[in-house]
């Protein structure tokens, strides 16, 4: 299937309409042909920052795969009448398409989080999947996106490693500005922008129960392992999403 028979209208972006199993397999064909693709996975913050970021809002434009990370997305396409199928988060994402990897010998690399960080998920991936071929980890430096040689630094790593999956970790709007800005110096068949990922893959933040996820709570989780950092993205800036749903209730389109 191509993803974007099943490209709808949400919001202030788009979403490919796709369960796990058809994003996986979208994911395949795009390694396939070796486009240099790269995948987003909108979640409220992203909707937020959507309204005033132009390069964000770029960078959807130009995605090749759009998927759904949140519940309270779902929730707000049922009242648009117009259903997503499923929440495919990254952190749900990430260790499938590290199975698809290992089982059809993709090779990986892994950019961000925190120093160590990235290493660490490496080797205990590799225990649970021995044939995964992880070819490159770096945590570049706080600041590297207004560094020429941090960036010259970055795009020699990865193409020396030459991977056919390159995975970003570097949070919302900097791993999804930089996937559109570079991806074809980075000449990678595909990236995808996965936030914290890797910190969940390294075990350095614990994911909510599935209780929580399933009922739209993991932001809640979150804030309380991390009250200073989630703070201001959960209180200050993300109820802005209330506000853009009703604005964008009496879009025709819907």
């Known amino acids: 299937m191509s993803p974007h028979m099943s490209r709808i209208k949400f919001m202030n972006t788009e979403i490919d309409n796709l369960t796990m199993t058809e994003a996986l397999s979208a994911i395949e064909g795009l390694i396939q042909q070796k486009k240099n693709a790269y995948v987003v996975t909108p979640n409220v913050d992203h909707i937020v920052k959507l309204e005033s970021n132009e ?4 960078s959807y434009a130009e995605a090749d795969l759009i998927l759904t990370d949140g519940k309270p997305l779902i929730w707000a396409s049922q009242l648009y009448h117009t259903p997503i199928k499923e929440k495919i988060s990254g952190s749900d994402l990430f260790p499938e398409l590290c199975k698809l990897a290992a089982q059809k010998h993709y090779s990986m690399f892994f950019l961000g989080a925190r120093e160590g960080v ?3 998920a490496a080797e205990k991936l590799n225990e649970q999947l021995p044939n995964l071929n992880i070819v490159g980890c770096y945590a570049p430096p706080l600041g590297f996106e207004n560094n020429p040689n941090e960036l ?5 790593n990865i193409k020396e490693a030459n991977p056919q999956i390159l995975i970003l970790a570097l949070g919302c709007p900097k791993q999804e500005i930089l996937a559109y800005q570079l991806r074809k110096q980075f000449n990678v068949p595909i990236t995808l922008c996965l936030g914290a990922t890797l910190d969940f893959a390294a075990g350095y933040i614990k994911r909510a129960p599935c209780w929580m996820r399933n009922a739209g709570l993991e932001w809640l989780y979150r804030l309380y392992r991390e009250p200073i950092r989630m703070f201001k993205r959960y209180i200050l800036e993300d109820w ?4 853009l749903f009703v604005k964008y209730y009496g879009n025709k389109q819907y």
Do not use: S, V
Request: glycine share 0%; net charge positive.
């Open 118 to 120: 990235a290493a660490t």
């Open 152 to 156: 010259k630094k970055i795009e020699k």
């Open 240 to 243: 802005k999403f209330a506000k």
């Open 55 to 58: 390069l964000l809002k770029a």
